[in-house]
């Protein structure tokens, strides 16, 4: 009999212990790609998070990234929204959840064709 009631008290610290973690956990945000050239989309998701509102981002780098489009739903039940930006500026983005969560874009220069040609030359090489 006792080994009954220990089992059960186990499982009930247990499942109340998981209960507290599941109700206390942030929702998670991602980007896309953590490095993106100027002039790419890049695309904000949130997950699990029951208040929806836009990623913040700082001041500082707020003039890198161009709102592209507002919250979309992907799924109501697992709670999934997403927003796009376009990359203005090169340097990093960091985007912060409303329920928690960074998620950091790293902004590189767009490669010009001429470089392309310069390669093929072999021009830019040092010796």
């Known amino acids: 009999m006792k080994k009954v009631i220990t089992i059960s008290l186990v499982l009930v610290f247990l499942l109340g212990t998981l209960t507290v973690a599941m109700t206390l956990a942030n929702g998670d945000i991602t980007v896309n790609s953590t490095k993106v050239q100027k002039g790419d ?11 929806p509102n836009d990623p913040t981002i700082s001041n500082e780098e707020a003039y890198r990234v161009e709102k592209f ?12 929204y997403q927003w796009k930006y376009k990359a203005k500026q090169i340097g990093n983005v960091t985007f912060t959840g409303y329920c ?19 390669k093929i030359i072999g021009f830019g090489k040092k010796k």
């Open 41 to 51: 989309i890049i695309i904000v998701t949130s997950v699990g998070c029951s208040n």
């Open 100 to 118: 928690g969560g960074t998620a950091t874009v790293y902004i590189a220069p767009k490669e010009q064709p001429m470089y392309f040609f310069m």
């Open 69 to 80: 489009s507002n919250r979309e739903t992907i799924s109501e039940a697992t709670q999934t």
